[in-house]
C-alpha cells in the first residue's frame, strides 16, 4: 500500500507569498526564467533557477550554479519572509483553471516505495537530467519542488478533503496565468494519513526525474549515515508531492513538429493519402476523437485517420504510439523521438496556432495536433509495466513553486556530498 508521510514545510509568510511563489523550473527556458525573476529578489526561482543570478556565460551544469543554489535555499529558510512550521503537517492544494477545480493532498511520498513500485513510473528518465537533480538536492539538502501524483478515487479521502476546506485557508491567490491556488493546512493529519492505507499505488503524473533524483539523493544520504535517527525514517528518504485523485486530473494534448520531410509537403501529403482516410482543409484544427490526428502540411490542416496498432499492450493503443507505428517510423524514419533532432514537442497549452506559425515561419515543415492521453490510459500503461512514448503528456494546471518546502538539513550526516565524478557528469 501506498503511505502518505506529514513533514515539517517550511513556507513563504502569508504577506509575501505572491513575491515568492514561481512557476516550476522545468516549464521555462533559462532565458525566460531570468526574465520572471528580473527585479523580483525573492521569487523562487533564485533556487530552482539559480543561474538567473549568474552571468549568462556561466553553463547550468557549472559548480557554482549548485552552491549559489545551496545559498539561495538556506537564504530562502532563514530569511524573515519565510516560516518554519513547528511539526510535521499535510495541506490541501486547490487549483482553479478555467472554473475547473483539481484539489490533491500537499503531503510527503516515500523514496522507498518509488524503489520498489508502489509507486508507479510511465516514462524514462534521462541520466544528465538525474544527475543535475540529484545534485540540486544533495547541495541544497532540501527537496525544492513537489511533483504530480494521482491515485484511484477514495471515498474516504474525498470527505475529509471536503471537510478540510470548509476551514480557512493558509493560502489563496490567483497568479498571473489567472490560475487560483488555495492551501489548506490539515489541522490533526492522522486522518487522512489513515486514509491513504486503503489507497495501493500512488502513479507519477508529472515530475519523474525529480523521484528518480530523490532516490539517488537518498541512496548516497543512506550509505553515508551511520545514525539510527531514534528509529524513525531520515527526512531525506521523503519528498514532497502533491496527490490528486484521477477523477480531478486533467492532460492535454502533446502536439509534434517535424523539421525535415523526406519530400515536397504537398508530396508527403498525397503519401500520406494514398495509405491513409484522410479529410483535407478542414476548419478544426483538433482531432474530434480518438485514432484521429490532424496534420498541419502544405498551408492547410487535414485530418488523418490512424489504423489500429499491430501491438496488443495498452502502450501500443495510445494515439501517440500509432502515430509512430504508422507515420513517424515508416515514412520519417523517427524511430527514437526522445532522441532525433528531427522532431519538437509542443505542449498543448500552447494552442494549434503556434504549430501553424512555426510552420509558416519555416521553422518546421510538418504539424501534427494530437488527442490528449486520458489519465485512465495513463494508470492502464503504468499498470502494465510499460513506459509511456515521450511527450505523451501535457498537465494543466501547473503546481506552483515555493509554496512549501522540504528542507532535511539536520537529517544530513556531516560531510556527505556527492562525488567528483558525479559532479562532473
Not at 533556487?47 to 557554482?64: F, G, K
Not at 516514462?123 to 538536492?137: A, S
Request: hydrophobic share 35%.
Amino acid at each position: 500500500m501506498a503511505t502518505l508521510h506529514s513533514f515539517p514545510g517550511v513556507r513563504p509568510h502569508p504577506d509575501h507569498l505572491e513575491e515568492i511563489a514561481s512557476v516550476p523550473y522545468d516549464v521555462i527556458s533559462t532565458d525566460e526564467a531570468r526574465t520572471l525573476a528580473e527585479g523580483e529578489p525573492r521569487s523562487f526561482l533564485h533556487v530552482a533557477r539559480p543561474e538567473v543570478d549568474l552571468s549568462p556565460e556561466v553553463d547550468v551544469h557549472d559548480d557554482v550554479v549548485y552552491a549559489k543554489g545551496a545559498e539561495n535555499l538556506r537564504a530562502f529558510v532563514e530569511a524573515d519572509y519565510t516560516v518554519q512550521e513547528d511539526e510535521p503537517s499535510v495541506y490541501v492544494y486547490r487549483l482553479v483553471m478555467d472554473g475547473r477545480e483539481q484539489t490533491g493532498i500537499f503531503g510527503g511520498v516515500s523514496v522507498g516505495e518509488y524503489d520498489d513500485g508502489t509507486i508507479v513510473k510511465h516514462e524514462e528518465t534521462r541520466p544528465k537530467k538525474e544527475d543535475d537533480r540529484t545534485r540540486h538536492i544533495l547541495e541544497q539538502q532540501a527537496h525544492a519542488e513537489p511533483v504530480m501524483f494521482t491515485y484511484r478515487d477514495q471515498d474516504a479521502i474525498h470527505d475529509l478533503v471536503d471537510r478540510v476546506q470548509k476551514n480557512d485557508p493558509l493560502y489563496d491567490f490567483e497568479a498571473e496565468d489567472g490560475v487560483r491556488h488555495t492551501v489548506w493546512k490539515v489541522e490533526g493529519a492522522e486522518g487522512l494519513v489513515d486514509a491513504f492505507k486503503d489507497v495501493a499505488h500512488f502513479y507519477i503524473a508529472d515530475g519523474h526525474h525529480r523521484c528518480k533524483a530523490a532516490s539517488r539523493a537518498a541512496q548516497r544520504l543512506r550509505e553515508q549515515d551511520p545514525a539510527d535517527h531514534d528509529g524513525g525514517v531520515p527526512e531525506y528518504e521523503v519528498f514532497p508531492a502533491v496527490l490528486f485523485p484521477m477523477s480531478h486530473m486533467k492532460i492535454l494534448a502533446y502536439n509534434r513538429l517535424v523539421y525535415e520531410l523526406p519530400e515536397a509537403p504537398g508530396d508527403f501529403l498525397d503519401t500520406l493519402t494514398e495509405e491513409f482516410e484522410v479529410e483535407h482543409d478542414i476548419d478544426d484544427p483538433e482531432p474530434s476523437m480518438k485514432g484521429f490526428v490532424c496534420v498541419y502540411l502544405d498551408g492547410a490542416w487535414h485530418r488523418v485517420a490512424l489504423p489500429p496498432s499491430q501491438g496488443v499492450r495498452a502502450v501500443d493503443q495510445l494515439d501517440v504510439a500509432r502515430l509512430s507505428e504508422y507515420i513517424l517510423e515508416p515514412h520519417l524514419d523517427i524511430t527514437d523521438p526522445r532522441r532525433d533532432p528531427n522532431i519538437d514537442f509542443v505542449g498543448g497549452i500552447r494552442g494549434t496556432d503556434e504549430l501553424e506559425q512555426r510552420v509558416d515561419e519555416g521553422e518546421a515543415q510538418l504539424a501534427v495536433s494530437m488527442s490528449p492521453t486520458s489519465i485512465e490510459e495513463l494508470v492502464a500503461v503504468s499498470d502494465e509495466g510499460s513506459l509511456m512514448p515521450p511527450k505523451s503528456t501535457w498537465f494543466e494546471p501547473k503546481l506552483r513553486s515555493g509554496l512549501l518546502v522540504h528542507d532535511f538539513v539536520d537529517d544530513v550526516p556531516e560531510g556527505a556530498s556527492l562525488t567528483l565524478a558525479e559532479k562532473k557528469a
